[in-house]
Nanobody, 121 residues
């Protein structure tokens, strides 16, 4: 069994900051890419940021320069530091991880339960 547990969402005023965390636990042989997606009401889920185990990162254009993804491989945790938040950043944020559970097993995508981020005055 593999679990991704997110924390850190909440209500923040425009221009404020939040830090999301996502910890992976369970039967994990290797963690590949870990990232964050978001889904606003009435919209499709979209990639926010992703980080590979080798340290490469990729961001959506809408968050470049404001959000920073980082990971602690020893803790199997990925973080999303969000600064200069805007109302349009309001969404449910989901953690995603590509995990291989055994040496010879397949790499599969796992999702967290989601955490609400609301940017409003």
């Amino acid at each position: 069994q593999v679990q991704l547990v997110e924390s850190g969402g909440g209500l923040v005023q425009p221009g404020g900051s939040l830090r999301l965390s996502c910890a992976a636990s369970g039967s994990i042989f290797s963690l590949n890419a870990m990232g964050w997606y978001r889904q606003a009401p009435g919209k499709q889920r979209e990639l926010v940021a992703v980080g590979t185990s080798g340290g490469s990162t990729n961001y959506a254009d809408s968050v470049k320069g404001r959000f920073t993804i980082s990971r602690d491989n020893a803790k199997k945790t990925v973080y999303l530091e969000m600064n200069s938040l805007k109302p349009e950043d309001t969404a449910v944020y989901y953690c995603n991880a590509e995990i291989r559970r055994t040496y010879s097993g397949p790499t599969q995508a796992y999702w967290g339960q989601g955490t609400q981020v609301t940017v409003s005055s």
